[in-house]
C-alpha cells in the first residue's frame, strides 16, 4: 500500500474524492495527510470531516521557498509519505520536493496538455471556442504542467454549455479519472516490487 499526501490550495473536491475513492475501493494508496497554502483553503474543512490530518504552510512565515519546502519535507517524513498528489496546488515545486519525491508527484490538470498550460486553463478554453478540452495527469517536473504525461481524457464542448457547465464537467471528468489513474500507476509498482 503506497501512503500519498495530497497537496491542495482551494476547494478540496479531488481531494476528497481520492480519499473517498481509496475507502470504498482497494486503489493501492492510502491518503495520510493533506497539506495546504492557503489558510481558508475548504480542503482544510473536509480534512477534518475525512479525519484525514492537515497542515497549513504559510508561504509568508519563510524567508525562501527552499526554507518552505525543507519544512514540507519533514512533514512529509514524519507521515512517512511515499507518493506526492497534487490537487488544484497552486504553488511550482522546486528542487528540494522534486530531488526528495522524484517520479513520484502526480498533478491533475484541467486541459488536454499541451493545451492551455498554467492557470484559468478552463476559462481560457472556454473564451477560445475550441470544440474540444480535456483533463491531464502527469508526472511533475521544474516546468509548468510540462511534466511526463500519464494520462489524458478528451472532453467534447457542448455549444450550449456555460463556463460554469464546462467547470462542472471538468470536475466530473477529473473525479472519474485521479482515482483510477493512481490505482494504475500504484499497481504496476507493486507488480514490479513483487519480483
Ligand atoms: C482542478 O480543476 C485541478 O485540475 C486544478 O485545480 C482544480 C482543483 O479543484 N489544478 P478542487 O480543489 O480539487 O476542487
Same mark, same amino acid.
Given at each position: ?5 495530497? #497537496?491542495?490550495?482551494? +476547494?478540496?473536491?479531488? #481531494?476528497?474524492?481520492?480519499? %473517498? +475513492?481509496? &475507502? ?7 491518503? +495520510? ?5 492557503? *489558510? ?25 521557498? %527552499?526554507?518552505?519546502?525543507? &519544512?514540507?519535507?519533514? $512533514?512529509? &517524513?514524519?507521515?512517512? $509519505?511515499?507518493?506526492?498528489? %497534487? ?17 513520484? $508527484? ?16 478552463? *476559462? *481560457? ?6 470544440? &474540444? ?23 467534447? $464542448? ?15 471528468? *477529473? ?21
Amino acid at each position: 500500500m503506497v501512503t500519498v499526501a495530497v #497537496f491542495a490550495s482551494g +476547494a478540496g473536491s479531488n #481531494f476528497e474524492n481520492i480519499v %473517498l +475513492a481509496s &475507502q470504498t475501493e482497494n486503489l493501492g494508496y492510502t491518503v +495520510a495527510l493533506l497539506i495546504v497554502d492557503k *489558510e481558508r483553503a475548504f480542503a482544510l474543512e473536509r480534512a477534518k470531516e475525512l479525519k484525514i490530518p492537515s497542515y497549513y504552510i504559510n508561504p509568508r512565515d519563510f524567508t525562501t521557498k %527552499l526554507a518552505m519546502e525543507k &519544512q514540507i519535507v519533514s $512533514i512529509l &517524513q514524519e507521515y512517512s $509519505i511515499d507518493y506526492i498528489v %497534487l490537487a488544484g496546488y497552486m504553488r511550482i515545486l522546486s528542487e528540494t520536493l522534486l530531488k526528495q519525491y522524484p517520479n513520484k $508527484i502526480i498533478n491533475i490538470h484541467p486541459s488536454y496538455l499541451p493545451e492551455f498550460p498554467g492557470k484559468n486553463s478552463i *476559462e *481560457e478554453a472556454f473564451k477560445t471556442g475550441v470544440k &474540444q478540452t480535456g483533463v491531464t495527469i502527469h508526472y511533475v517536473d521544474s516546468g509548468i504542467d510540462t511534466g511526463e504525461i500519464i494520462s489524458q481524457e478528451r472532453l467534447t $464542448i457542448d455549444s450550449s454549455w456555460s463556463l460554469n457547465d464546462l467547470e462542472k464537467e471538468i470536475h466530473f471528468l *477529473e473525479h472519474r479519472m485521479y482515482p483510477q489513474v493512481l490505482k494504475k500507476i500504484f499497481g504496476e509498482k507493486d507488480e514490479k516490487s513483487s519480483y
